[in-house]
Structures are given as structure tokens and as C-alpha cells.
């Protein structure tokens, strides 16, 4: 899915949400000739009752004064905060993201491509009635809520930003029919200071939220084997009928606002394991990726979700390739800054199994004991 008009959600020429890592990123989509492996599409803004599907109206009317009157915005409804300043067209370009993203799952969910792409979305934070962590419509839920509006029955959504996926989780947390699973930075060292293990949902969704809280630092090895000791055996279970996964690429090494130390390889490790999760247990393969965060713009970000959409067309970018010197030339071009030369950080990841052995000294071990600990017995699985 792609659009050159979402290059128009751009808060303020300090935030760090800099829209060039998605013009950078469809750029370097374009270098290795990925676009003409895929079904490039746009797809027209959300309106009012597919957002309604999620938000709350007052909250949609608000988001559209501000956008039509930036200076008007007090903080209400989380508007007009450091975090989400208002900027003319944010309701526009933000519909944008979200109508990409709702339209990619109906695409899915009809069977029209088995996999789709939204690197532009995955914007996890925004709640039902307040912007949120630079979300201001949340598009994953969006498309999640729309595929049940369709008939789904089980949808597992796989979220791997370093940042808690909360608003998926509050849009979902009582409803059983969505399995919500989410790695990220501990809540003690980082925003949004939820995603607790003892986080696992309320009502009959009890035992539908997963969360791993991994400790500042975690790095390739302890990355991997979280995502392993806990997501496989979970979407098995569930057997939905379609995977959803969320690809912030912020929990990079270079990343400027969190704290975990994982490359660009292992980034791209978790990719094909989602690829492969959906092929293994969701039906005919359906898997809808969006990005999320992801702040070092140049570097990382275009990298990551370039691997991703080679990744989901069947055509993965080999890493040890050279960068293309026409998207180098468009690096320096756009933001005066030499891009990375190879599709790598040089990593070669490698992890133990949960069966290899727990370490109860190891905090690591403790994080990914304590998800098991909270929500494998709800769902009948052995700690």
C-alpha cells in the first residue's frame, strides 16, 4: 500500500516522526524493483464509520478541527500535546494511513493477495477517543476491526515495536476472537509504562493480551529468544485465520529513543518467522505487516521495511547487497546525510529455545518466565 500523500503526517519539523523514512523507504522499495514483484495500490481515506469501527466521533470531529485550525488545539483529546502537535491536514493524512491499512485487510481477508504490506501504518498507540505516542487514528486496530466486521473469527496480532502495542491491546482486551501479542521495552524504562505480563486481557477476552516486557539492553540473542519462547507456541494454539504483525523498526541499536540493542538481521529474522507463522497457521497464508515506529530515519528504517516487503512478496533482499547508489543519491538529496552502504549490520543472530533451559538469574529468563507464567495456563498451555 502506498501513497505519496502520507508523506503529509508530519507534526513539525522537529518531531521525530520525520516523514522521510517512509519516502526513503518506498524509494528503496523501488531501487531493488520490488514494486514491479507486488500490487502497488492506494486506497481512499477512512471515513467516518470505519474510523467509528474503533474511535470514538467526538473524538474524529476534534482531530478535524484541529487540522482545519492547528492553533485551536489545547491538549484535548490528546491534541495538540508535545508528542502529537496539531498540524494542518492531520485528520486527511492520517485517514490516509488508516484507509491503506483497512484496505490491505480487506484484500487479505477476501483472498485477494495472501500477504500485504502498510509500512506507513502500525500506528499502535492511539486510543478510542485521545491521540497518543505520535498515533492519532489507529489504523491496526482499524484493520483488525474491519476484518470482523467481515466475519473473522480468530485474528492473532504480533506486534514487535519497542513500544508497548496499547492501543491494540484496549481496542481488543475483552474480545476473545483477537489474540493481542506484544514484545517491547519494559514499562519501568520506557513510554507507554503498560504492558505488564499480568496484562492478559478482561471478560471474555481474558487470556487474549500477551505481553513481554524485556529488560533495557536486550539485545539480538534475547530478542529472538523471547519472540520464540512465546509467539510460536501461542498463534498455533489459536489458529487464526489471519496474522496481523506490526514491524516498528525502534527497537534497533541505533534507535534515538529506547534502549534495546537488537540489529537490523535480527529485525529481519522476526519478519520471516512472521511470514512463516502465517504460511504455517493461518488460512491460505493470510498475513497483513504493517511498520510502526522507528526514529533513525536514515540508517534503519527504510532498510528494515524494504526487507519486509521483499520478505512478503517472496523475493527477500539479500543483506550482504550493496545499496543501490540511485537511493544513496536520494539519501543525500532529501536530508544531506550519506545513506548505509549494505542491506546488513554484519549480524548473524543466533538464540536458544526455551527448551534449551530457564536461567532464573537471567532477567531475560525472568521476563519471558513471567508472560508464560501469566497467560499460558489460561489458554491451557504448559508454563
Not at 225 to 231: L, M, N, T, Y
Amino acid at each position: 500500500m502506498w501513497d505519496d500523500a502520507v508523506t503529509g503526517y508530519k507534526f513539525d519539523d522537529r518531531h521525530p516522526m520525520d516523514p522521510v523514512r517512509l519516502a526513503l523507504t518506498m524509494g528503496l522499495v523501488r531501487a531493488y524493483g520490488l514494486d514491479a514483484a507486488v500490487d502497488v495500490r492506494t486506497a481512499p481515506a477512512a471515513g467516518d464509520s470505519t474510523l467509528r469501527l474503533v474511535h470514538r466521533q467526538d473524538y474524529v470531529d476534534a482531530v478535524r478541527a484541529a487540522s482545519a485550525d492547528p492553533g485551536s488545539a489545547d491538549g484535548s483529546y490528546g491534541v495538540g500535546t508535545m508528542d502529537d502537535p496539531a498540524f494542518a491536514g492531520m485528520h486527511e493524512a492520517s485517514a490516509l494511513i488508516a484507509g491503506l491499512s483497512v484496505a490491505a485487510a480487506e484484500a487479505v481477508w477476501r483472498g485477494e493477495h495472501a500477504h500485504a504490506v502498510n509500512f506507513t501504518g502500525g500506528l499502535h498507540h492511539a486510543m478510542p477517543g485521545e491521540a497518543s505516542g505520535f498515533c492519532v487514528y489507529n489504523d491496526a486496530a482499524l484493520a483488525i476491526a474491519r476484518m470482523l466486521e467481515l466475519g473473522a473469527e480468530r485474528v492473532a496480532y504480533v506486534d514487535t515495536d519497542v513500544h508497548h502495542g496499547d492501543g491494540v491491546q484496549a481496542a481488543f482486551r475483552e474480545d476473545p476472537r483477537v489474540l493481542t501479542i506484544s514484545l517491547h521495552e519494559h514499562p519501568r524504562t520506557l513510554f507507554p509504562g503498560t504492558g505488564w505480563p499480568e496484562e492478559t486481557g478482561f471478560g471474555a477476552g481474558e487470556g487474549s493480551a500477551v505481553n513481554v516486557a524485556l529488560p533495557a539492553g536486550t539485545g539480538d540473542a534475547g530478542w529472538l529468544r523471547a519472540f520464540h519462547s512465546v509467539v510460536p507456541e501461542l498463534v498455533a494454539d489459536f489458529r487464526p485465520q489471519v496474522l496481523v504483525s506490526q514491524h516498528g523498526a525502534d527497537t534497533h541499536f541505533e534507535d534515538p529513543l529506547a534502549h534495546l540493542a537488537v540489529s537490523l538481521d535480527a529485525q529481519r529474522a522476526v519478519q520471516s518467522a512472521c511470514h512463516d507463522l502465517a504460511h504455517e497457521h493461518a488460512e491460505g497464508g493470510r498475513w497483513l505487516a504493517l511498520g510502526g515506529g522507528g526514529y533513525e530515519v536514515v540508517d534503519v528504517v527504510p532498510r528494515s521495511w524494504t526487507h519486509l516487503v521483499g520478505i512478503a512478496a517472496h523475493r527477500p533482499v539479500d543483506p550482504e547487497s550493496v545499496l543501490p547508489a540511485s537511493w544513496r543519491d536520494e539519501v543525500y538529496a532529501r536530508t544531506r546525510q550519506l545513506g548505509p552502504g549494505r542491506m546488513t549490520d554484519g549480524r548473524t543472530p543466533a538464540w536458544q529455545s526455551w527448551e534449551a533451559g530457564y536461567d532464573p538469574a537471567d532477567r531475560l529468563d525472568q521476563a519471558i518466565r513471567a508472560t508464560r507464567t501469566s497467560v499460558f495456563p489460561q489458554r491451557g498451555l504448559l508454563v
